[in-house]
């Protein structure tokens, strides 16, 4: 190899490195997905959420690390806080801030529900670009 061309190889070499780099929030390929109940199904309570996330690691709610997040779930509420912390002690809104990747719902009625699965970094506040999914289900 010619020496003039090590500083174009290495700046390529830099350049695929870098989105690597990256945290996963900010390549953009962050999601989360409710996997159970399924959207649609007819379930009796006690109702178990499922979440699953990619490109990011969920952690408890007090680490500060980029690339991290953990689930919030909003219960037959509406999403309202989107770019402000998700407030604690609400009906309807529950933090999984030990890092839970499940959720027992035990004290659902009868009747249709909506469940919102919200990721937020440790101080609470969603991922910017809202990262959530929804599924709507019957209790027996």
Do not use: Y
């Not at 990262?131 to 709507?136: F, H, P």
């Amino acid at each position: 190899m010619k020496p003039r061309n090590r500083p174009i190889i290495l700046a390529l070499a830099c350049a695929a490195a870098l989105p690597l780099a990256l945290p996963a929030q900010a390549r953009g390929k962050v999601t989360v997905k409710i996997t159970s109940p399924a959207n649609g199904a007819t379930v009796t309570a006690p109702v178990t959420i499922k979440l699953q996330a990619t490109g990011v690691r969920i952690v408890p709610a007090s680490v500060e690390q980029p690339g991290t997040a953990h689930h919030h779930l909003f219960v037959d509420h509406d999403l309202k806080w989107m770019s402000d912390t998700i407030p604690i002690g609400s009906p309807g809104i529950i933090h999984l801030g030990r890092g839970q990747t499940e959720f027992v719902l035990d004290s659902l009625k009868p009747g249709p529900h909506r469940v919102i699965a919200v990721l937020a970094d440790w101080r609470h506040v969603p991922l910017n670009r809202l990262v959530a999914d929804t599924v709507a289900f019957t209790d027996r």
